[in-house]
T-cell receptor, first 111, second 114 residues
Framework: QKEVEQNSGPLSVPEGAIASLNCTYS??????FFWYRQYSGKSPELIMF????GDKEDGRFTAQLNKASQYVSLLIRDSQPSDSATYLC???????????FGAGTRLFVKA | DVKVTQSSRYLVKRTGEKVFLECVQD?????MFWYRQDPGLGLRLIYF???????EKGDIPEGYSVSREKKERFSLILESASTNQTSMYLC?????????????FGSGTQLSVL
């Protein structure tokens, strides 16, 4: 069974700090990696995707990928209370159509 | 904007009933998916479809079936609902292209089986 592992949290950071969310995956052949944000009672929405080793930045969000270590992370700079949500790491199965999700990390940003 | 519409936000059914969950997307996406989400377990794939009339089992297909008669519509069927099928059900779609595997989710259906 291919797996995606995340620390369930909760992760609590003060407003303005950097939040660091981490994820490891077991499918060494995976090529596509995603971060979804899910507010309480809402459905997940895609906030970042990354295909190549290294960093990808989009506004306050940076996704980092290290395929050798099978490790993906999401950094949120200048965290805001509105960033409080559950963040789901997702990995596309190699050679298939399936996306495998981690259980999510709950983030609280304290004002 | 991509829109994925699930027919019901909340649904209450009795054990043994046949339950239909409907999902419609308006972006001509090839792929459609049904997930269930339970606390602490994350999203688990029930079934997916990559074309009309095509279906593939996901990780937890037992007790479920699906139907995709038209490209825009993907239905999840609980043949005989049981209490352990109480969950949040999420439909998603994605285009087929290699670099566009991003999932677009509907708003979810919270199903309670009593």
């Amino acid at each position: 069974q291919k797996e995606v592992e995340q620390n369930s949290g909760p992760l609590s950071v003060p407003e303005g700090a950097i939040a660091s969310l981490n994820c490891t995956y077991s499918d060494r052949g995976s090529q596509s990696f995603f971060w979804y944000r899910q507010y309480s009672g809402k459905s997940p929405e895609l906030i970042m995707f990354i295909y190549s080793n290294g960093d990808k930045e989009d506004g306050r969000f940076t996704a980092q990928l290290n395929k050798a270590s099978q490790y993906v992370s999401l950094l949120i700079r200048d965290s805001q209370p509105s960033d409080s949500a559950t963040y789901l790491c997702a990995v596309n199965e190699s050679g298939g159509f399936k996306t495998i999700f981690g259980a999510g990390t709950r983030l609280f940003v304290k004002a | 904007d991509v829109k994925v519409t699930q027919s019901s936000r909340y649904l209450v059914k009795r054990t043994g009933e046949k339950v239909f969950l409907e999902c419609v997307q308006d972006m001509d996406h090839e792929n459609m998916f049904w997930y269930r989400q339970d606390p602490g377990l994350g999203l688990r794939l029930i079934y997916f479809s990559y074309d009309v009339k095509m279906k593939e089992k996901g990780d937890i297909p037992e007790g479920y079936s699906v139907s995709r008669e038209k490209k825009e519509r993907f239905s999840l069927i609980l043949e005989s609902a049981s209490t352990n099928q109480t969950s949040m059900y999420l439909c998603a779609s994605s285009p087929l292209a290699r670099d566009n595997e991003k999932l677009f989710f509907g708003s979810g259906t919270q199903l309670s089986v009593l």
